[in-house]
Nanobody
């Protein structure tokens, strides 16, 4: 069983920044993503990266404020979030899978393994 280990969540004021990290030990993945889920809502895609090509996709709500990137040597994927707003408050989950390029896209069913979740709370 692959266990993704997240870190970096927390509480910030509006306009602040956070960087989430997700270690992916012992698993050869090439399709990585971040999702978030607020209370009472479905899990929504934030960003994905297809690592062989460095191809990234972002959800509309975070475009221009989020960056997903990957350190292959550390087997870690990151999500840098800037100009955070109260609407960004949610539990954030990293996800990993091994897919062809065309099958790496922003849907929960694409991914095989998930992190435990990191709470991000943004106050106004």
């Amino acid at each position: 069983q692959v266990q993704l280990v997240e870190s970096g969540g927390g509480s910030v004021q509006a306009g602040g920044s956070l960087r989430l990290s997700c270690a992916i030990p012992g698993y050869n993945s090439n399709c990585l993503g971040w999702f978030r889920q607020a209370p009472g809502e479905n899990r929504k895609g934030v960003a994905t990266i297809y690592t062989p090509a460095g191809r990234t996709v972002y959800g509309d709500s975070v475009k221009g404020r989020a960056t997903i990137f990957h350190d292959n040597a550390k087997k870690t994927v990151y999500l840098q979030m800037n100009n955070l707003q109260p609407g960004d408050t949610a539990m954030y989950y990293c996800a990993a899978g091994f897919r062809s390029s065309s099958l790496c896209y922003m849907a929960p069913g694409v991914f095989d393994y998930w992190g435990q979740g990191s709470q991000v709370t943004v106050s106004s």
